[in-house]
Structure formats: C-alpha cells, structure tokens
C-alpha cells in the first residue's frame, strides 16, 4: 500500500478518531474550512458523504479536482466558497464536521464567535465536532498580546493568531450545548507554536 496517496497529509488526530470508530460510513461530514483537502483525501477514496467548504477559492477548486477523480459520482455542489460564519449549509446537515487550523483565523472575539457557531450550527444533534486550533495552552509566557481587551497573540514564529485558552475552550462548550468526547489534548511545537485538539459531542438541544 502507498500509505501517501491512500490517506494524503490527513491529520493525525483526525486519523486518531477513525481508528476509534467515531467517523464511520452512514456519517455525513462536512469539513469546515478544507482548504485544498489534505483531511479529505481517505475519506473521498473510501467513499464516504464527504462535504466541504472554504473561504477561499483557489483551494476550493483544489479539492474539487480531487473529488472529481477520487469521487466523481458526488453532487456538484459539496464543495463550496463560503466562509464557515455565513455557510449555506442547512441547520443540522452533517454528522461530523472538521475544523482543522480554522478559528485561530479569527479576527476578534466577535468573528471568533460567529466562526465557532457557524461551525457548530450544521452539526446535528449527537453529532462530533473535530476541531484543531492555535491555544495559549503551554505557552502563556511565550506568546505576545496585541490587544489586550481580545485575544490577538503574536507566536513565538512570528505569526498572529487568535488564541483560545482552556478555560475559554471549556466555557465555549458548555454555553453550545455540548459534551467533551476527551480530555483537551494539546502539542506544543517547539518554538513555533501550541495547537489544542477539541473533541465534542452535540447535545440533543442545538445551541
């Protein structure tokens, strides 16, 4: 087997989730921000409801080419230009949604806000978000405010990211209506950056 072309770049705490059964065949996902597929190439090849949709046009049209010829029997319409804030995806259309290196884009509270229930909106109920993104977690005393009424941080790479915490991540959960599937795990890349990985089930009352 070409491990490489059998599951692309996928990341691997997503893999992590379709090793433990939690993404399985009568789910119908929707990557949230795809980009040019990199999570999406093993699901495609294996057939299953994949959907996607990013800001972005370039990437879109990217993984459109890959479904086209890892999938070709999909609708035309799954991957879409259109920020996770104003999707055009119904309310409770997926049962697993990705968000991978998406919400640390934010520009404030505020667009933070929007992206994350724009995000949990199309999920339904008992439905798993997978979700990475940039945190403080590990790195307080590393990373650089640059505003101090937000959460704007210059990284230790030189970047800007909007960063989340633990205690913001655990508040988010609770005010959508969801369970943690497991404990908040964060990498923290030497001199770069942290990412935290959030797991979360939807309760069968949407937020």
């Known amino acids: 087997m070409d491990i490489q072309a059998e599951f692309g770049a996928i990341d691997i705490y997503l893999f992590d989730q379709l090793l433990r059964g939690r993404i399985v065949r009568r789910d119908r996902i929707v990557d949230a921000g795809c980009g040019g597929g990199r999570n999406l190439v093993y699901l495609l090849r294996q057939g299953y409801d994949v959907w996607g949709l990013d800001a972005d046009p370039d990437p879109i049209r990217d993984v459109r080419a890959i479904a086209s010829e890892l999938a070709p029997a999909g609708p035309p319409d799954r991957f879409r230009v259109e920020p996770v804030e ?23 509270d505020a667009h933070f806000d929007a992206m994350a229930r724009g995000t949990w909106r199309i999920l339904a109920p008992g439905g798993m978000l997978f979700c990475r993104l940039a945190s403080t977690i590990g790195m307080e005393s590393r990373v650089v405010p640059l505003d101090p009424a937000g959460h704007r941080y210059r990284l230790p790479d030189g970047t800007v990211r909007y960063l989340v915490d ?20 964060t990498t923290v890349v030497q001199d770069q950056r942290s990412m935290t990985t959030w797991v979360v089930r939807k309760g069968e009352s949407r937020a």
């Open 166 to 185: 633990e205690a913001r991540l655990t508040a988010l959960t609770g005010a959508l209506g969801g369970k943690l599937l497991d404990p908040l795990k």
């Open 86 to 108: 104003e999707s055009t995806f119904a309310d409770a259309f997926a049962t697993v949604v990705i968000s991978s290196a998406v919400l640390h884009f934010a520009r404030d």
